[in-house]
T-cell receptor, first 109, second 115 residues
């Protein structure tokens, strides 16, 4: 079973920030949080990962709470091309990811 | 493009036929994974290779499924005597296993339709 829970779907206006939450209350101290997204009919695309500190790259920012029980992926200026299913994953084993059903983000024009 | 490459991208086969999918990982990645994804669900782990050794197989991988990675480079996933329930997207991924961080990069997937 997935170790994360995410809302099933969210809408965001184009040009606004999209904030996608994820709960991972059973995360252990050495487990990373990974985010991927999947655009229709394509393979999952890596976005970002983090352990304790907030992280930012060219695609997104990842905010992890101090107790590490939840995190938020932020797309600062959502575009129509960001419409996708977003998966938050806590790595269970060093070699295996357990995906949940993710959050279906719809960016509205 | 030096990402994970999968082929064929689409395969339609009759029930009972055998199919084979090929995956070429990112060069120098020593870990290779196969996942399966059905409509509306997230990807499900099938199996994992470290170099040429297959180190874990999911219970989802029935006896009709076999995966190989000869010489630790490309991999093949064969499904024998296909059933309609095998219809899914088969995803290959690879990573450079090193230390605690193990970011997995996925290919575009191979769609299988069994009719």
């Amino acid at each position: 079973d997935a170790k994360t829970t995410q809302p099933t779907s969210m809408d965001c206006a184009e040009g606004r920030a999209a904030n996608l939450p994820c709960n991972h209350s059973t995360i252990s101290g050495n487990e990373y949080v990974y985010w991927y997204r999947q655009i229709h009919s394509q393979g999952p695309q890596y976005i970002i990962h983090g352990l304790k500190n907030n992280e930012t790259n060219e695609m997104a920012s990842l905010i992890i709470t101090e107790d590490r029980k939840s995190s938020t992926l932020i797309l600062p200026h959502a575009t129509l091309r960001d419409t996708a299913v977003y998966y938050c994953i806590v790595r269970v084993e060093t070699y295996k990811y357990i995906f949940g059903t993710g959050t279906r983000l719809k960016v509205l024009a | 493009d030096t990402g994970v490459s999968q082929n064929p991208r689409h395969k339609i086969t009759k029930r009972g036929q055998n199919v084979t999918f090929r995956c070429d990982p990112i060069s120098e990645h020593n870990r290779l994974y196969w996942y399966r994804q059905t409509l509306g669900q997230g990807p499900e782990f099938l199996t994992y290779f470290q170099n040429e050794a297959q180190l874990e197989k999911s219970r989802l991988l029935s006896d009709r499924f076999s995966a190989e990675r000869p010489k630790g480079s490309f991999s093949t996933l064969e499904i024998q005597r296909t059933e309609q329930g095998d219809s899914a997207m088969y995803l290959c991924a690879s990573s450079l296993g090193a230390g605690g961080i193990n970011t997995i990069y996925f290919g575009e997937g191979s769609w299988l339709t069994v009719v």
